[in-house]
């Protein structure tokens, strides 16, 4: 199970870093980058079936064919623990080391969203506000961890419920009865 679990949850994790880190590379070229969060909620939840597809390997090849609801789920709970958790590693370095100055593009392009919607002053006023307590919070690494774990791992755990219910397959029963 422990080497099923880490290639799939390892696997997601590499790709769901590898789009998250080039998004934030992009708004860092250009605050005024039109995001698309359809496009990578989509993104998310097709990186993350990788879930299903491990513990349905897992239960084909390790378990006969038969898995429990229980099973399933812790087995989608590790990978998506380890896919997260490589996410916020990555981003740690990322955000640290290449762009600590990230948070300043980001407020950038939530400021330029707000005022080419159509915000009015007072919104934009408490948009400002309200970005430079993001900001604030930000300095904290253990918000930084905090709040990048929370950007995936509830999908993750979505697609591994989900994953639980469809894949669950009980053994036959022999027993005969009269």
């Given at each position: 199970m422990k080497?099923?679990?880490?290639?799939f949850?390892?696997?997601?994790?590499?790709?769901?870093s590898?789009?998250?880190?080039?998004?934030a590379?992009v708004?860092?070229a250009?605050p005024e980058f039109?995001?698309n969060?359809?496009l990578?909620y989509?993104a998310?939840?097709v990186?993350f079936?990788?879930i299903?597809?491990?513990?349905?390997?897992?239960?084909?090849h390790?378990?006969?064919?038969?898995i429990?609801?229980?099973q399933?789920?812790?087995?989608?709970?590790?990978?998506?623990?380890?896919?997260?958790?490589?996410?916020?590693?990555?981003?740690l370095v990322?955000?640290?080391?290449?762009?600590?100055?990230?948070?300043d593009?980001?407020?950038?392009?939530v400021m330029?969203?707000t005022k080419t919607g159509?915000?009015?002053?007072?919104?934009?006023?408490e948009?400002?506000?309200?970005?430079?307590?993001?900001?604030?919070m930000?300095k904290?690494?253990l918000?930084?961890i905090?709040?990048?774990?929370?950007?995936?791992?509830?999908?993750a755990?979505i697609v591994?419920?989900?994953?639980?219910l469809?894949?669950?397959r009980?053994a036959n029963s022999?027993?005969?009865t009269?």
């Amino acid at each position: 199970m422990k080497k099923n679990i880490w290639i799939f949850g390892l696997i997601a994790g590499t790709l769901i870093s590898a789009i998250a880190n080039y998004m934030a590379w992009v708004c860092c070229a250009n605050p005024e980058f039109e995001t698309n969060d359809f496009l990578g909620y989509t993104a998310m939840l097709v990186i993350f079936s990788l879930i299903f597809v491990g513990i349905r390997n897992y239960r084909n090849h390790y378990l006969g064919g038969q898995i429990t609801f229980g099973q399933a789920l812790k087995a989608g709970f590790f990978m998506s623990l380890i896919a997260s958790t490589l996410y916020v590693l990555v981003w740690l370095v990322d955000y640290y080391v290449f762009i600590p100055d990230y948070i300043d593009y980001y407020v950038s392009h939530v400021m330029y969203k707000t005022k080419t919607g159509g915000a009015t002053e007072a919104e934009l006023a408490e948009t400002a506000k309200s970005m430079a307590n993001f900001k604030e919070m930000y300095k904290n690494p253990l918000f930084v961890i905090i709040s990048t774990f929370v950007e995936v791992f509830p999908i993750a755990m979505i697609v591994s419920l989900i994953s639980a219910l469809i894949l669950k397959r009980k053994a036959n029963s022999n027993v005969v009865t009269g």
